[in-house]
């Protein structure tokens, strides 16, 4: 898993460094953010989003291509953006209304919304600082730790959901953050804490199932008991004032989207 993680930092950290992708990305941002305050339909948002993967991964392609195969990935991508445009003008032409408002309604109106841009927001912001400041790689260490900028933000929402989740995840948040600033030279309570780890985090999921909380948020714990189980594995790779960053990130993050939406219940 370790070595799948790095290659996968690899490939991030290559596709970032090429322009064209970049350019493309903001794009894909733009147009699909366009897409949902312009109140497309299912059909036509689904649509565009298979349009903007179908470009993106033109443009993986071409980034990552050698040399002699840089002039035939380069001409796919050219024939993907020319589809791209046509496809987004059919579906754009007769848009006539585009509403910040709708977009924020579209939001307000749905808790898996609200938790899906909660739980992508602090990773990005992690990615996006690392890559600015040049510190560390884009999935592996860096300024901000994107471990405790994710872990921070499902202890918050499951504090604003469930405080007894909370108290079970406290545990499995100390397995996976601890390791990544710090060597637990004593074995023994190395592994007393990821015993008791594990099992407060197949606990914590039992009870986020039984009381019915929304997938976004199983799903998001049940990522908690993953990175529980892979921390085992992990080592240093942050120093102390990265990961409180990290978690700030994901603590602030989290409480003032919870805010903006009005579904901030912990005080």
Known sequence: MEKFIIKLNDMVKHMFKNK???????IAIIITTLGIMSDLNETQLAILILTIASSLRGSVNYSLASKKKKISSGAMLLFNALCASIIGYLIFIKINNISLELLYNKIYNSQTNILLLILIIAPIISIIAKIITKNGEPLYGGIISGHGAFVSTVLVLSLNYNFLIFIFLILPALSIILPRCMNLKNKILKKIL????ITTAIIAI??????????ILITAI??????????QQGEKVHKKYEVCLGILTGTISTILILIMFQNFQIL
Do not use: E
């Not at 064209?20 to 903001?26: A, G, K």
């Open 206 to 215: 039992i009870i986020s199932t039984s009381q019915k909380l929304n997938l």
């Open 194 to 197: 990821y015993g008791s780890s």
């Open 20 to 26: 064209i992708f970049l350019i493309h990305i903001v």
């Open 222 to 231: 049940a990522l908690i008991f993953c990175l529980t189980i892979l921390a």
